[in-house]
C-alpha cells in the first residue's frame, strides 16, 4: 500500500512536470508571436473562418485613424482630421491599378447616395512608389494621370495626391485598391485590400455611419 | 492483479501527460507559424532565370536572349499594354556599365480579360517570357545591373510598379 502510494506520487509529479512545462512552452510562444504581431504592424491576409477567401486584418481595426495632410489635385491641403464628425472611406488607389478603376464608379454612386449622412470618401493616390523624389517627369506624369484618370470618371470626391508617405502609417499597403472605414469618432471599424463588391463597400459606410 | 491495476494507471498517467505535453508542444508551433502572427513573406512578382554570363564580339552589336519568369496567380503588363494608365513592361541598361543597349524586342502579350471585368481585355505576360535585346559591349569583363521595370497584379489586386536588376556578366572579346 505505502510502495502504491509512492508509486502514485511520483507519476503525478512527473505529470505535474510534464503540465507546467506544456503550459511554460506555449506561454512562451504565445508571447513571442504576440511580438512578433506588434512589431510587424502591418495589415495581412488571413483565411476567412470558413475557409476559401482572404479576409484583410488591419493592425488599426478599432484604432484612430492616423492624421495626414496631403494635397489634392489643385494644391489645396486636405487633412484626415478636418472631416472628424464625418463618416469617411479612405481609399487608396492608383491609375494603374486595374480593380481600382472598376471600383470608382461604384465609390461616386455610393458616395453621391449617402453624402447627405454625412459621408465623404477621400480617394488618396498612390502612383509613384518606385519613384526617385529626383525624378520630376516621372512625379509630373503621375500628376497628369492622376488628373486625367479622376476627369474622365467625374470624381466627386477629394483626391489627394502622394499616398505613398502615409502607407506605412496605414499598414504598409503592398497592393492596391485598399480601403479603410473610418466612423464619425475617427476610428477604423473596417479595413479592406483588393477588389471587393459594391455591396461589401456600401456594407462597411453604414457601419461607419453607425446606421 | 492489484498491483498491475496500478502500474497500468500510472503509466496510463504518465502516458497522457506525455501526449499532453506533446499537444502544447504542437499547439506553440502551430502558433508560431500562424499567418495571423507572422509577416507575410512576400517574393519578387518576377525572377530573372538567364544567362549569367554571355561572350560578344567586343564593339559589335550582338544579340542577347533574357529569359524571366512570372509568378504563378500574377500577371504583368505587356510592353504594350491595352490602356494608356496601364505601365508597360521595360528593359534598360544604365550608362557607364560598358555596355550599351541598342534596342530590346519584346514579345507580344497574350490577350486576357479577368473574372472582375470580363469585358477589358488586357496584354500580359504570365509564366515564361523572354526578351531579345542587342547590346555593344566594350573589349573586358563587364558586370551589367540591367533593369527590369514592371507592376503586376492577380485577378483582384495590384502590387506597386518595381524594378529588378538583370544582374549579366558581359564578356566582350
Not at chain 1, 510502495?3 to 503540465?19: C, D, E, M, Q, S
Not at chain 1, 482572404?54 to 495626414?68: D, R
Not at chain 2, 502516458?15 to 500562424?34: D, H, K, R, T, V
Amino acid at each position: 500500500m505505502r510502495r502504491n502510494t509512492l508509486v502514485l506520487g511520483a507519476t503525478l509529479l512527473i505529470l505535474a512536470i510534464f503540465a507546467w512545462a506544456g503550459w511554460a512552452n506555449w506561454e512562451y510562444r504565445q508571447q513571442e508571436a504576440e511580438k512578433l504581431l506588434a512589431g510587424a504592424a502591418q495589415g495581412e491576409l488571413v483565411p476567412a473562418p470558413g475557409g476559401g477567401t482572404l479576409n484583410y486584418v488591419s493592425p488599426l481595426g478599432g484604432k484612430p485613424a492616423p492624421n495626414f495632410t496631403l494635397d489634392d489635385l489643385s494644391g489645396k491641403k486636405v487633412s484626415l482630421a478636418s472631416y472628424r464628425g464625418k463618416a469617411v472611406m479612405i481609399n487608396f488607389w492608383a491609375t494603374w491599378c486595374g480593380p481600382c478603376k472598376i471600383e470608382t464608379p461604384w465609390l461616386v454612386e455610393l458616395r453621391n447616395k449617402y453624402a447627405g449622412q454625412g459621408f465623404e470618401v477621400l480617394g488618396v493616390d498612390t502612383e509613384g512608389d518606385d519613384l526617385v523624389a529626383s525624378d520630376k517627369a516621372g512625379w509630373a506624369k503621375a500628376g497628369a494621370n492622376a488628373g486625367k484618370f479622376v476627369a474622365e470618371m467625374k470624381v466627386p470626391y477629394p483626391v489627394l495626391l502622394d499616398g505613398d508617405s502615409i502607407s506605412r502609417d496605414y499598414g504598409g499597403l503592398d497592393d492596391l485598391p485598399a480601403s479603410f472605414f473610418v466612423d464619425r469618432s475617427g476610428k477604423v471599424i473596417a479595413a479592406t485590400v483588393g477588389l471587393t463588391s459594391e455591396s461589401d463597400i456600401e456594407d462597411n459606410i453604414r457601419k461607419a455611419l453607425a446606421e | 492483479m492489484g498491483r498491475m491495476n496500478w502500474k497500468g494507471t500510472c503509466a496510463g498517467i504518465v502516458l497522457a501527460g506525455l501526449g499532453a505535453f506533446g499537444a502544447a508542444e504542437a499547439y506553440g508551433q502551430l502558433i508560431s507559424n500562424s499567418p495571423r502572427n507572422g509577416s507575410v513573406v512576400k517574393t519578387d512578382a518576377v525572377q530573372y532565370l538567364f544567362p549569367e554570363q554571355v561572350s560578344v564580339p567586343a564593339g559589335k552589336p550582338a544579340p542577347v536572349t533574357l529569359h524571366f519568369r512570372v509568378a504563378q496567380g500574377l500577371h504583368i503588363n505587356s510592353h504594350t499594354p491595352s490602356d494608356e494608365f496601364l505601365i508597360p513592361t521595360t528593359f534598360s541598361i544604365p550608362d557607364g556599365m560598358g555596355v550599351r543597349l541598342i534596342d530590346a524586342s519584346f514579345p507580344p502579350g497574350v490577350i486576357i480579360s479577368l473574372a472582375f471585368d470580363p469585358k477589358t481585355k488586357l496584354s500580359v505576360y504570365t509564366g515564361e517570357f523572354a526578351i531579345h535585346a542587342r547590346i555593344v559591349a566594350t573589349r573586358g569583363n563587364h558586370l551589367v545591373e540591367g533593369k527590369l521595370r514592371y507592376q503586376a497584379c492577380d485577378q483582384n489586386q495590384c502590387l506597386p510598379p518595381r524594378t529588378i536588376d538583370v544582374p549579366i556578366n558581359v564578356i566582350g572579346k
